[in-house]
């Protein structure tokens, strides 16, 4: 992404829009590793009381993030309003947008689903997270969505399907953008929730836990974050 | 109300590239000659309130004046946490227009009827809430809000409502017009009704009685100075609105005088008991079942001036 980190109101910078607002954390981690807030913010501040790094993700005095969200089915509206704003204006960012599968049961994604591609949005990239487990269950019991990609291709984006966890498939589907001109593009990521860590790893109970002090230094080991 | 919206709007539009026009499909005859003039600032969404709104703060956030507009409840109550999340809490350049207040789409029935809209984004943070009483105030209303940052919500009528102001009538935002001087009585309208009140007081001028009226077209910043100085000056009050009494006009006046000590005055709200219409009907003819027709309004204040006349002796 094409961001300054000293400059976070340029205009022609890339924007980025975490819709899965409970994914705060992992966006606040890399503004203040990119150097758009200090560190200590993160690992002192962090949800805790008079902090601005709220548990969903927050605009508000925290300098890098696009925008509020945590309701889902809000961020790819917001998205389609600023990638039709960039191509009337004739600016050259790209606007991502990261989804939950959760928030594929929303009716408003599925409104601006079809609103991206009557629009010919081919600077939007839409990302969806797809672990397969939603708030109370697997996706599939749920309210199943398969076949996923097909439902997006159906609707007319470009559709690419990845492992989410490996960066060089990553990369390579977002090397090349617009995927398809006059298309949005659209990143189906299949990914493991608690990847990386053997207990949390498809477990349900790990979207409401925090780690016990032995739970973490485990984690940490396994992440090899620390011996 | 509604042709004086547009026809300003696009005289702004014509100025000031930022501004930018999104419908919910709905605008026949009103929307044309906008979107003809300006394609690239004009965006019809289809069917979806939610994604009509979410894009106007995604366009807002990108440096546009952006007007969402629809009818009734679409563009507010449909897309509600949308307003709160999106455009409010961004604190992002979106303009809301909703057209059809209280019964205007009569007939159409129980989901046309906007009658809780006020209430409802009056309590939204940043929110500004307008309620133009005439043509005049619609049109002064749309160019306030134009230039005003932040969320705006505009109620207007539908079409055919009475003049009531001279033009240039000095229209500022959360400052109420005196229309008509009194030291008996004041009636405080918004929206539509502006008319029909002027009609009360003139009939009351007629019976001897002095009523001095307000058009409170902002409800959101309330002008409390006007409504103070109404309680000091007269020997009752009564809101007059279009819209349920839980929480609008009537709700915002008591809160301004429940909250002052210094003041004692009967105070009246007529608008809209918390019911959903039994019957079908015209706007006049529910604006009647609901006593908010001139002989109506006279109807329910003769309480309160038989009370007056008693304390003025």
């Known amino acids: 992404m094409r961001v300054k980190p000293g400059q976070p109101d340029w205009q022609d910078r890339d924007r980025f829009i975490l819709s899965k607002g409970h994914g705060a954390a992992g966006v606040y981690a890399v503004l203040a590793e990119m150097g758009f807030f200090p560190v200590e913010w993160m690992l002192e501040t962090y949800c805790q009381d008079g902090s601005v790094l709220a548990g969903h993700i927050s605009h508000t005095g925290v300098p890098g993030v696009e925008v509020s969200t945590g309701s889902l089915g809000h961020g790819l509206s917001i998205a389609c309003g600023m990638a039709l704003a960039g191509k009337r204006d004739g600016r050259p960012y790209h606007v991502f947008a990261m989804l939950s599968d959760g928030e594929c049961d929303e009716g408003s994604t599925w409104e601006a689903v079809l609103f991206a591609p009557q629009h010919g949005l081919d600077n939007l990239i839409a990302i969806v997270d797809y672990n397969k487990i939603q708030s109370l269950g697997r996706v599939e019991e749920v309210l199943n969505l398969e076949p996923l990609g097909a439902k997006w291709k159906a609707f007319g984006w470009s559709v690419h399907e990845i492992d989410g966890h490996d960066f060089g498939q990553i990369e390579s589907a977002l090397r090349d953008i617009p995927f398809e001109t006059h298309r949005p593009g659209c990143i189906i990521a299949h990914t493991v929730k608690g990847k990386g860590v053997s207990f949390m790893e498809d477990k349900l109970a790990w979207h409401y836990k925090a780690p016990n002090d032995e739970e973490l230094r485990q984690a940490l080991v396994e992440l090899r974050v620390t011996e | ?313």
């Open chain 2, 1 to 313: 109300m509604r042709t004086a919206f547009i026809r300003v709007l696009f005289e702004l539009a014509e100025k000031d590239e930022r501004i930018n026009l999104i419908v919910g499909d709905l605008g026949y005859s009103v929307v044309e000659r906008f979107a003809d003039r300006f394609p690239t600032r004009y965006l019809n969404v289809g069917v979806a309130e939610q994604n009509m709104t979410g894009i106007a703060a995604g366009m807002a956030l990108c440096g546009k004046v952006v007007f969402t507009y629809s009818i009734a409840n679409f563009p507010t109550l449909r897309c509600l946490e949308q307003l709160r999340n999106d455009v409010c809490y961004h604190n992002a350049d979106v303009k809301i227009v909703s057209v059809g207040g209280g019964y205007a789409y009569g007939v159409l029935g129980m989901s046309h009827h906007a009658s809780e809209d006020l209430a409802i984004l009056r309590s939204l943070p940043n929110m500004v809430v307008v309620a133009p009483g005439d043509p005049i105030e619609a049109a002064l209303a749309t160019a306030a809000i134009a230039k005003q940052p932040g969320p705006c919500y505009l109620r207007l009528g539908k079409t055919g409502e009475p003049t009531v102001h001279p033009p240039g009538v000095d229209f500022r935002l959360g400052k109420a017009i005196p229309v008509r001087e009194g030291d008996e009585i004041t009636l405080i309208s918004t929206g539509g009704l502006l008319y029909n009140t002027v009609q009360v007081a003139e009939q009351l001028s007629r019976d001897g009685i002095q009523a001095r009226v307000l058009s409170m077209h902002t409800l959101k910043p309330l002008d409390s100075e006007a409504v103070l100085a109404a309680a000091r000056e007269t020997s009752a009050i009564a809101t007059i609105e279009e819209h349920s009494v839980n929480g609008g006009l009537g709700s915002a006046v008591a809160e301004v005088l429940a909250e002052a000590c210094e003041v004692k005055v009967p105070l009246k709200r007529l608008g809209l008991p918390s019911v959903f219409v039994s019957e079908v009907g015209g706007h006049a003819y529910l604006r009647e079942v609901f006593s908010l027709s001139v002989e109506g309004i006279l109807k329910s204040l003769e309480p309160m001036l038989e009370q007056a006349k008693h304390r003025v002796k």
